[in-house]
């Protein structure tokens, strides 16, 4: 089946710093990815929808220019934290639509900012 | 961002029980409904999907039912084990290359 490959898996960061989270597509190309924010025993929050080659469209709440997303390839989603605080510690979830193999989730990126 | 619920209830049953997990879905033009699996620290995990054409649809122990009349969808689980235990959501989309927003989710914890 199709995988997403997330990374970094764990990252803690000092406040006011930027941290880049990477989603990649392996054996299949995404063109439409899918960030989520997860925070302890809550369900997974949809923030924003990157398309391959254009904008992102974000989720009403979200910052856009605090949660900065690219999709600048078939393969490839990033989703940039700016200006990290305290209470953007959480669990963020990429995700895509592989087609024939439904959608598919990465494994999920721990983020702590100290 | 887009959510349903912010609680997380919880279910526990005994091993080798039948568990059915609720989940109520909001919007009506959903099209496309999937239930996911979630183990701590995890990205969710397919468990079985359904779409809005049919009202049942069953997977290796489990079986999804879907009422659209009062929007509601369920899992159960046959012969529960302990690896069962884990937070399962329902999610809905309203086709099935949308974006998927999730329910507020059910722990699910097997005593041996």
């Known amino acids: 089946g199709a995988v997403v490959s997330q990374h970094p898996s764990r990252v803690i960061c000092k406040s006011g710093t930027s941290v880049k989270i990477e989603c990649r597509s392996l054996?299949?190309?995404?063109?439409?990815m899918f960030w989520y924010r997860q925070f302890p025993k809550q369900s997974l929050m949809l923030m924003a929808t990157?398309?391959?080659?254009?904008?992102?469209?974000?989720e009403q709440g979200v910052e856009k220019d605090k949660f900065l997303i690219n999709h600048a390839s078939l393969t490839l989603s990033t989703l940039t934290v700016t200006s990290a605080h305290p209470e953007d510690s959480s669990f963020y979830i990429c995700?895509?639509?592989?087609?024939?193999?439904?959608?598919?989730f990465g494994s999920g990126t721990r983020l702590t900012v100290v | 961002g887009e959510s349903v619920g912010l609680h997380l209830p919880t279910l526990s049953v005994q091993e080798g029980d039948n568990s059915i997990i609720n989940c109520a879905y909001s919007?009506?033009?959903?099209?496309?409904f999937i239930w996911y699996k979630q183990e701590s620290g995890k990205g969710p995990q397919f468990i079985i999907d359904?779409?809005?054409?049919?009202d049942k649809r069953q997977g290796q122990r489990v079986t999804v039912l879907l009422n659209k009349t009062v929007k509601h969808l369920s899992l159960q689980i046959a012969a529960t084990q302990p690896g069962d235990s884990a937070v399962y959501f329902c999610?809905?989309?309203?086709?099935?290359?949308?974006?998927?927003?999730f329910g507020p989710g059910t722990s699910l914890s097997v005593i041996p």
């Open positions: 995700s895509a639509w592989t087609g024939t193999w439904g959608y598919t």
């Open positions: 054996d299949f190309q995404a063109t439409t």
């Open positions: 990157s398309n391959e080659g254009s904008k992102a469209t974000y």
């Open positions: 919007n009506s033009a959903s099209d496309y």
């Open positions: 359904i779409r809005s054409n049919m």
């Open positions: 999610a809905e989309t309203a086709a099935s290359y949308d974006k998927v927003i």
